[in-house]
């Protein structure tokens, strides 16, 4: 099965490099590219990718409000380019929808392995960069209505210790490994935690585990 992806980054040499290499793999089509925010809706729209590979600051419309617009049309993916310096995005950018995150710099195999991951429907927490940005804008994010020890009530010990596993940036292997059970039992924690808690994937996971305290900012991978 051929992977569907739209490119989207306001610097040409960067939106192309990023298709070429995209291009070049068996099974990764690029089709469309895109040099602002509103270009990406449209072309999400109109060609129905399996993903949208989208810069945070963006001309016209920005990255943030063109993630929320294709989050909320549903059926594509968005995974995110950020810099250092476009950190205080990140939380936003969380909170449209978004699925993952890339610093602009990443190297070509894991340019290629995050696409394919988030568009499998798996959330992009690595490398562990990504992670302690996440804990940190969370960290900072208004305090939920519903007290945390109440939210978490629903999960058994086991989901609560796989919940913090996965705010660390654990993959299912890494934290079957350190539970002692098998991969199988690690997803289905990891199942009980989305549907028990109504989330969308392991990034709103990481969200709810700093904003309820389970997580701390800082705590090693």
């Known amino acids: 099965m051929t992977l569907r992806v739209v490119v989207a980054d306001d610097q040409e040499l960067v939106r192309g490099g990023f298709s070429m290499i995209l291009d070049a793999q068996p099974?990764?089509?690029?089709?469309?590219?895109a040099g602002d925010?509103?270009?990406?809706?449209?072309?999400?729209?109109?060609?129905?990718?399996?993903?949208?590979?989208?810069?945070?600051?963006?001309?016209?419309?920005d990255g943030i409000e063109a993630a929320r617009i294709v989050c909320a049309d549903g059926?594509?993916?968005?995974?995110?380019?950020?810099?250092?310096?476009?950190?205080d995005y990140v939380y936003d950018a969380l909170r449209a929808g978004a699925a993952g995150f890339l610093l602009k710099d990443v190297r070509r195999d894991d340019l290629v392995h995050a696409v394919r991951v988030v568009a499998a429907g798996e959330s992009l927490l690595a490398p562990s960069v990504t992670t302690r940005l996440i804990a940190d804008f969370t960290s900072r994010a208004p305090r939920p209505a519903v007290p945390p020890s109440e939210r978490l009530a629903v999960l058994t010990g086991r989901e609560r210790e796989t919940l913090r596993m996965i705010a660390r940036g654990l993959s299912n292997a890494e934290i079957a490994r350190e539970m002692v059970v098998s991969e199988h039992t690690v997803k289905t924690h990891v199942s009980n935690v989305l549907t028990k808690l109504g989330l969308r994937d392991r990034v709103q996971a990481v969200i709810v585990a700093y904003e309820t305290g389970l997580a701390v900012p800082g705590e090693p991978a």
């Not at 099974?27 to 590219?33: K, L, Q, R, S």
């Not at 059926?75 to 950190?87: I, K, N, Y």
Request: hydrophobic share 55%; glycine share 4%.
């Open 27 to 33: 099974d990764i089509e690029v089709v469309a590219e």
């Open 37 to 61: 925010g509103a270009q990406a809706v449209a072309a999400v729209r109109e060609h129905r990718p399996d993903l949208l590979l989208l810069d945070i600051r963006m001309p016209v419309m």
């Open 75 to 87: 059926g594509c993916r968005v995974l995110m380019l950020t810099t250092f310096d476009l950190d």
